[in-house]
């Protein structure tokens, strides 16, 4: 049995249980770290405290755990810099003088690309990658989201990330 399973794990099957559609990650599913509690609750990610200013949390042990995860799921590095230069591109695109409403497209455009990738048959990026790229796609809704929010912690999961590929 053990055989099988390991054929199957270098064919790029990987044990997963079915998901449903509905409501969010399931208590078994990708959406969840080793100790059992939601990699991405309800809230995530939820980018500015009462005052306006950017969750500091995000930045450090969120991200250090969303990284570890994604490395203990079979992300490889080249998979989460593509999306991630994609990304910068459209900051790049803003600063300068772009308007925020002619690249938030591009940034959208990151959901379709994390769709793509996850149901490829060869080299997919993991259902953790997908859900934390939706999540944080969705939560940019303006300017300030996007430059303040969004890629700073998306520049901290890199960063944290395993420098191997």
């Known amino acids: 049995m053990s055989d099988m399973r390991e054929a199957f794990g270098k064919a790029g099957f990987r044990d997963e ?5 509905g409501g969010g990650p399931r208590p078994d599913g990708p959406g969840q770290s080793s100790s059992g509690q939601s990699l991405f609750p309800p809230n995530y990610p939820e980018y500015f ?30 998979q989460l810099r593509a999306f991630y230069d994609h990304a910068k591109r459209q ?5 300068y003088g772009a308007p925020f409403e002619e690249i938030k497209p591009e940034i ?32 940019v809704g303006d300017e300030k ?21």
């Open 49 to 78: 405290d009462s005052k306006g200013y950017m969750q500091a949390e995000l930045l450090k042990g969120k991200a250090e755990e969303i990284a570890s995860r994604f490395e203990a799921d079979g992300l490889r590095r080249h």
């Open 108 to 139: 959208a455009r990151l959901k379709a690309f994390a769709a793509d990738r996850a149901g490829r048959s060869n080299n997919p990026i993991p259902a953790t990658f997908k859900r934390f790229i939706d999540c944080n796609v969705d939560a």
């Open 145 to 165: 989201s996007f430059k303040s929010g969004f890629m700073p912690h998306f520049e901290a999961v890199v960063a944290y990330f395993p420098a191997k590929d």
């Open 17 to 21: 249980k079915p998901h449903s559609r």
């Open 91 to 95: 900051l790049q695109r803003l600063g």
